[in-house]
């Protein structure tokens, strides 16, 4: 399992929210680039970037910054999610030098343009899956849907996405752990690997995940942890490593 830090990205800067409301944001650095540079040496094997302005407006604002970060770690598996809704931003990522791209609104909306960006860019394609009580929220949180996540997510199955993001929303920002349960479920429901997010506060935490031997879930996104200091990238990635060998 890897342990994925957390860059979300609003107006430059780098913050967290909390539940994803964009007006409950602590600023954690001005400058991206150099906490992507932090995570990369205290052993991060990928990045996990957000696009909270993209993710409201429905198009990129922060490109140029995941540009940055794509420039200066060539080789570090980057994902950026945010804002992303059409197969030119994912060609302007895939180009900047980005990993995977995560489709998150867009796979709720228009689930057959899932299939068509998986067409276009093999093996490049993760799917957000936000949910609340279940049921997936879309427009950076600000719409909670009817359907159910482990429904979208099998209908994904056939398109070739490399993995999903599953975030509980309640959890997100709280740093009261992350939903086990759900996202052991989701792993369940279908094939797609399920990388965990929001909530996670400690080694604990991720200790909760490893005792579930879920092998469908392959990574968990960490933010606010640590950046406040609960949990140490390297020491976490660590524990990982041993309870895998």
């Given amino acids: 399992m890897l342990i994925i830090p957390a860059i979300d990205l609003k107006d ?3 913050v967290r929210l909390r539940q994803g409301r964009m007006d409950d944001s602590t600023v954690f650095s001005d400058d991206p680039v150099s906490m992507a540079a932090k995570w990369v040496q205290a052993g991060c094997r990928r990045l996990h970037l957000v696009d909270l302005n993209g993710a409201f407006e429905g198009q990129p604002v922060n ?3 995941v540009t940055a970060i794509a420039k200066r770690y ?3 598996p980057i994902q950026i999610g945010g804002g992303i809704r059409s197969l030119e931003t994912i060609e302007h990522y895939v180009k900047a030098g980005v990993s995977y791209v995560i489709i998150g609104t867009k796979a709720v909306k228009q689930p057959e343009f899932v299939g068509e960006a998986c067409r276009a860019f093999p093996g490049k394609v993760i799917v957000g899956l936000d949910a609340k009580d279940g049921f997936v929220a879309t427009d950076g949180w600000a719409q909670v849907s009817h359907v159910q996540a482990t429904d979208l997510a099998r209908r994904f199955e056939a398109d070739g996405v490399s993995a999903i993001v599953y975030t509980d929303i309640a959890k997100d920002g709280m740093m009261q752990g992350c939903n086990v349960a759900a996202t052991v479920a989701l792993a369940k429901a279908s094939r797609i690997p399920v990388i965990a997010s929001g909530g996670i506060h400690n ?3 991720i200790q909760a995940l490893l005792d579930t031997n879920e092998p469908g879930i392959i990574g968990a996104i960490t933010g606010r942890a640590i950046y406040e200091g609960t949990l ?3 020491e976490a990635q660590s524990l990982c490593d041993r309870f895998n060998a």
Avoid: I, K, T
């Fill in 12 to 14: 430059g800067a780098c």
């Fill in 63 to 65: 490109g140029e910054v």
């Fill in 74 to 76: 060539p080789q570090l």
């Fill in 203 to 205: 080694l604990g935490d």
């Fill in 232 to 234: 140490d990238v390297a």
